[in-house]
């Protein structure tokens, strides 16, 4: 059994002293492999390569995936910002309009210092009576009653068709029938002025009808422009209410019909003045006697 022993452990010494010495053999620097080297190399570079391939495409698919989902998340990023840009623009241009707005409505009440003004907005507009009617914010708790005219800074668009408290609603020139009527002029400064009256609204040509009452319309000439007279007792005097674009006389020849456009825009209105005309009492026309003689 001794020996057996002793046997086993030399040879054990021989195999660690010949593992060693391959060890050592194969550490060398050496230009040329063994077969058995070159084999087991190759083999396992084959073996890496195969494994490598799938496990490659399997990483790029999910690299592609994260740049897909981080391409979406900053193409949502930049629509949003995109949106809030439109935004901004389209309140940065209202914004402008309003204000040129308001600045023209501010020349318009100091042009107009004999009348009460009183400054509105328009709070809705029903889609079907677009063009026929509009609610303001403003009622009779601010001094507004029915038939007062209604201007923004371009010219009249309507009257005051029914005052509530708190609102009022406007009925706009391009709204009027044959019974709504307004008495209007063509101020010259040479020769005399044309009179006569506002009398509905031609819807196929969208001008105002103007009933000219004076014989000296001949030379009425296109463009012309015309202004409430204020002889209706309600209206003031010296609004703008359109264009002349043309003339036609009446079928026996007598009167004349001029066809005005309105100078105002009918189609968007925001900002608006209610104009009170001021009524002058006995007392105050025999001051202004008084004090012209």
Not at 134 to 163: H, R, Y
Not at 174 to 194: L, V
Request: charged content about 30%; overall charge negative; hydrophobic content about 35%.
């Amino acid at each position: 059994m001794t020996f057996f022993r002793k046997k086993r452990l030399f040879i054990l010494l021989i195999g660690l002293i010949v593992l060693v010495a391959m060890i050592g053999y194969s550490l060398r620097d050496r230009e040329d492999l063994t077969t058995a080297e070159q084999f087991i190399k190759d083999t396992v570079g084959w073996s890496q390569s195969i494994v490598h391939k799938p496990v490659d495409y399997v990483t790029t698919v999910f690299e592609n995936i994260d740049d897909l989902r981080n391409t979406y998340h900053e193409n949502q990023l930049l629509r949003e910002k995109i949106a809030e840009y439109k935004s901004l623009f389209y309140d940065v241009q209202k914004l402008k309009e309003e204000n040129v707005e308001l600045r023209e409505l501010l020349e318009k009440k100091k042009s107009i210092r004999s009348y009460t003004p009183i400054q509105a907005s328009v709070i809705s507009r029903s889609p079907e009576q677009w063009m026929d009617q509009v609610t303001i914010n403003k009622g009779k708790q601010d001094g507004v009653s029915a038939n007062m005219a209604v201007i923004t800074s371009e010219g009249m668009i309507g009257k005051v068709e029914t005052a509530s408290p708190f609102t009022s609603t406007v009925k706009l020139l391009s709204g009027f029938d044959q019974f709504s009527r307004i008495s209007a002029t063509i101020a010259r400064e040479e020769g005399k002025d044309i009179f006569g009256m506002i009398e509905g609204y031609d819807e196929k040509t969208g001008n105002l009808v103007f009933k000219i009452i004076e014989e000296s319309d001949k030379d009425l000439k296109e463009d012309e422009l015309v202004f409430s007279s204020g002889m209706g007792g309600v209206f003031p005097s010296g609004l703008p209410i359109g264009n002349v674009k043309e003339v036609k006389p009446d079928q026996y020849g007598l009167t004349r019909t001029a066809f005005v456009e309105p100078v105002a825009d009918m189609y968007d209105i925001n900002s608006v003045i209610v104009v009170e005309r001021e009524q002058t009492d006995d007392n105050n026309d025999d001051s202004e006697k008084d004090e012209a003689s």
